[in-house]
């Protein structure tokens, strides 16, 4: 399937050149993340009955992992409420680039955290926490308010987004998965790249400012760093800059050769494993031991969860690749061979959602009429009763899901492998078995 | 041309796979009793195995506060006040795996009290991984027509 250029259509062009209809999205989105937060801190501790629980943790989810990241890729970035406030502080504007800006410390990101560690280690540390902060809105309110000050803060000391690109625990498994959408914002033309002249779009101009995300779109060969503001549509002065429909995963064609990248699919592919069975499996001592936070139980959860993610599921796929005969570092054929995990784990959080999302959907209709668990009834759903959707077509939902990732992801490792030059024959049995494991945990 | 006949192979091997009747053991119905105390946040026991055709009846007593019982699939649920006891009884006509999950908020990881009832052998599952094991014969093969 050859790329379509969304872009050339007028009206999408010039919904995404203008900033207005981006505000008015963004406007909505900050009161609905403000208000989320108010509801964790101020509205009923019954989480099944706070905005901030159902709103955030099942509406939100399922809109981000079942629709936005599978088909739009770093689509949510690009309407994110996370980075605004702190944004407009450092510009000194909402619109437009103002004729004085800001004095603010405008610094680089030092060289050693410029890479998805931090976003690793911070996706680790809401996991480790996650059965306390999906179920209780006060935590959900604070860790909310946390992102959104913590990204001011970081808004004033350094230059561009810095907490998108490095800290947002979001952001790290977002940009790692939207390489398979097929949806890519890229250059017309490398040459016109090479001779214009000030490079606007990596440094701003009257027209717009420079990349927040600190990528030169004239560089861009996949969407992992890109969180499709369409501010370098705005500031091209050659109207070089397209947004393309292309096949899924075409990113994937050329591998990773980076560990911070290779470890995140690692984390989420074992995340969503260790979800599925503590979550939705029916051991009730591991559903203890992930809640009571600093018990000895919980300590050893931790340390079980650690091991899995940085011992067990990277070892044996060492293991696996050990004998691939090549003459590449194994380091390389590591990071490179990772990538076929990338549709595997997606697919897998697309199973795992599916069940959780089914179930709790019903949810959204009473925390709609009474988001703070105060007793209003706004819309007449407030007394809703909760009833799983769809239970029947969920199992068939899942395997299709797991088997089509897995047929995605023995695709992708055929194209790595042929990259390094090695057998593929040891990742796919690799994923055919994590496969079988996520498949007895959800069935 | 041989990659659409192996194609076409592999998709009607999937349809078996997935559909096709497997012999069902000829066990008599019996009627299956079980006493499940239900505590913040879980059943116990927390996996019920019955043969299809069976009775089913469920004693839920719950030993914290109002919990309940609702069965997937069959949409069937009672609940049980803090130290009493509630039956719930039904004949497992369908097989397969099915969760069961508390059906009153009792707490913070009420969404998440699940337990799992297996009606006859779980043969979704390994339909399933048949399925899987297939699509990675079938990727490999056409991998190898191509190249």
């Not at chain 1, 179920?135 to 000391?157: E, H, K």
């Not at chain 1, 074992?270 to 503590?278: L, T, V």
Request: glycine share 8%; aromatic share 12%.
């Amino acid at each position: 399937m050859a790329k379509i250029e969304l872009t050339r259509i007028p009206f999408i062009k010039n919904a995404l050149k203008s900033r207005y209809p981006q505000l008015a999205v963004f406007i909505v989105m900050l009161i609905g993340y403000i208000f989320a937060i108010l509801a964790g801190l101020i509205g009923t501790p019954v989480g099944s009955h706070n905005f901030s629980i159902v709103f955030v943790w099942i509406a939100w989810w399922a809109i981000l992992i079942l629709v936005a990241v599978p088909f739009f890729g770093r689509g949510w970035c690009a309407v994110c409420p996370i980075p605004l406030p702190g944004e407009w502080l450092q510009r000194g504007a909402v619109l437009s680039p103002p004729d004085k800006r800001p004095k603010w410390l405008n610094l680089r990101v030092p060289k050693m955290f410029r890479n998805i560690w931090l976003q690793n280690i911070s996706f680790l540390l809401l996991a480790l926490f996650s059965s306390v902060l999906l179920t209780t809105p006060n935590i959900t309110g604070v860790v909310l308010a946390t992102m959104l000050f913590a990204a001011i803060r970081l808004s004033t000391v350094f230059e561009r987004r810095a907490f998108c690109r490095y800290l947002c625990p979001v952001g790290g498994f977002i940009g790692l998965y939207s390489q398979t959408a097929p949806i890519e914002l890229r250059i017309k033309d490398k040459q016109v790249c090479v001779t214009c002249e000030g490079k606007p779009c990596y440094n701003g101009s009257q027209a717009g400012y420079g990349c927040p995300w600190d990528v030169f779109p004239g560089g861009l060969t996949k969407n992992t760093y890109c969180g499709l503001c369409m501010e370098c549509i705005r500031t091209c002065p050659h109207d070089n800059i397209a947004v393309n429909l292309r096949p899924f995963s075409a990113d994937l064609a050329k591998p990773s050769t980076r560990m911070d990248e290779a470890f995140k699919a690692f984390i989420m592919l074992g995340s969503a494993m260790i979800y599925a069975g503590i979550l939705l499996g029916p051991w009730g001592i591991l559903k203890d031991a992930a809640y009571n936070v600093g018990t000895d139980a919980w300590f050893t959860y931790v340390a079980a969860f650690l091991a899995i993610i940085f011992v067990a599921l990277p070892g044996l796929f060492t293991v696996g690749i050990l004998h691939t005969k090549n003459t590449l570092p194994l380091k390389q054929r590591f990071a490179s061979l990772s990538t076929a995990l990338i549709p595997l784990g997606l697919m897998f959080w697309v199973a795992f959602s599916l069940s959780f999302v089914l179930t709790n959907a019903s949810y959204i209709l009473t925390a709609l009429s009474d988001p703070l668990g105060l007793g209003w009834n706004l819309f007449g759903t407030a007394n809703a009763t909760w009833q799983p959707m769809l239970t029947s077509m969920l199992a068939p939902a899942q395997t299709l899901a797991l088997v089509g990732g897995l047929i995605w992801s023995a695709r992708t490792a055929q194209k790595a492998a042929g990259e390094v030059k090695v057998s593929p024959i040891p990742v796919i049995v690799y994923c055919f078995i994590a496969t079988c494991l996520m498949l007895w945990l959800l069935l | 041309m041989r990659f659409r006949i192996s194609l076409l192979l592999f998709v009607m091997a999937g349809l078996v796979v997935a559909f096709a009747p497997l012999p069902v053991p000829a066990i008599a119905p019996q009627e299956r009793t079980f006493q499940i105390d239900a505590h913040q946040f879980a059943y116990s026991p927390s996996e019920l195995k019955v043969n299809e055709g069976d009775t089913v009846i469920i004693q839920l007593v719950s030993s914290d506060v109002v919990h309940g019982i609702y069965v997937d699939g069959y949409d069937i649920s009672v609940e049980a006040d803090p130290g009493q006891s509630a039956i719930l009884t039904f004949v497992a006509d369908k097989p397969g795996s099915f969760r069961f999950r508390c059906n009153v908020t009792c707490g913070a990881m009420h969404p998440f009290m699940i337990g799992k009832l297996t009606v006859g052998p779980n043969n979704w599952l390994y339909r399933s991984i048949g399925l899987a094991a297939l699509a990675v014969l079938g990727v490999t093969v056409s991998r190898k027509q191509k190249v």
